[in-house]
């Protein structure tokens, strides 16, 4: 096993990395080739970034890739999102689960076409014990949209006004269980939230930055790890030590 990588690790890396996979189709501009070209080479990154997370030690991983407005995109290019998760899950499943990997999902599933929500159900009930990281994959994801979910199930429930707190709320959201993201990477420069966890970010620090996903690899990603080792995370505190009273 190579130890020497692991020296020049950070010494503070976060728990829960989020990231918004964004510049697949100016990637794939750049080169001449069609926006499916794009978001394959995508795909292979997110190989890569996955088995980066769980060298550097890093126990969650939210990747946006499909949200609630991309249905706006032309019938092609959805069908062609669609059948690359369809892809992921078909050849890369085994691999996952062999590496440790739980999947789990946020967004609605019951959006996508019936095979495709019965392989990611599969998917999720396979690899629910493993514990070396958790992949969360937002698919027919948006923010507001879940917390809307959210609260139809608070009131379907029954739950008293006087009951409703951060917790409760927290517990009715996709990401039930999954501590808050310490970091929310973004690539391809923009300087947007894009309705990506934005309940679960209100913490989270942020790393933008202008390379497109197809090239954000590990060296990149330890680069961000580095950024957000350096910052003071307040939570609305003055600056220095933790002082009481
Ligand atoms: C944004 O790039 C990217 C997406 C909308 C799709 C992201 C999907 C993947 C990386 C592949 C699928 C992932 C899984 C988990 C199966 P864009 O198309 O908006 O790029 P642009 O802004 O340059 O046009």
Request: net charge neutral; proline share 5%; with cysteine.
């Amino acid at each position: 096993m190579d130890n020497s990588r692991n020296s020049k690790l950070p010494e503070k890396i976060p728990t829960h990395v989020a990231i918004i996979m964004d510049g697949n189709g100016r990637w794939a501009r750049a080169r001449g080739l069609p926006r499916h070209a794009g978001h394959r080479a995508g795909v292979d990154n997110l190989r890569r970034v996955i088995e980066a997370c769980t060298e550097f030690g890093v126990k969650y991983l939210t990747v946006y890739a499909f949200s609630t407005e991309n249905w706006r995109r032309p019938p092609a290019e959805v069908r062609s999102l669609m059948n690359i998760l369809e892809d992921v899950i078909d050849r890369e499943l085994q691999e996952l689960h062999r590496n440790g990997v739980q999947l789990r999902h946020l967004g609605r599933l019951e959006g996508l076409r019936p095979m495709l929500q019965r392989k990611v159900r599969h998917a999720i009930e396979l690899t629910k014990d493993n514990q070396r990281l958790v992949l969360n994959i937002a698919w027919n994801y948006g923010g507001r949209d879940e917390i809307v979910h959210a609260i139809r199930r608070m009131l379907e429930d029954g739950v008293r006004p006087e009951d409703v707190d951060e917790t409760l709320v927290s517990s009715y959201l996709y990401t039930a269980g999954c501590p808050d993201p310490d970091l929310i990477i973004r690539t391809s420069g923009e300087m947007r939230v894009s309705n990506f966890l934005i309940w679960q970010g209100a913490y989270a620090e942020f790393y933008v930055t202008p390379t497109y996903w197809p090239d954000f690899g590990r060296e990149e990603l330890l680069e961000a790890l580095y950024d957000y080792a350096r910052r003071e995370r307040r939570f609305g505190r003055v600056p220095g030590p933790l002082t009481t009273g």
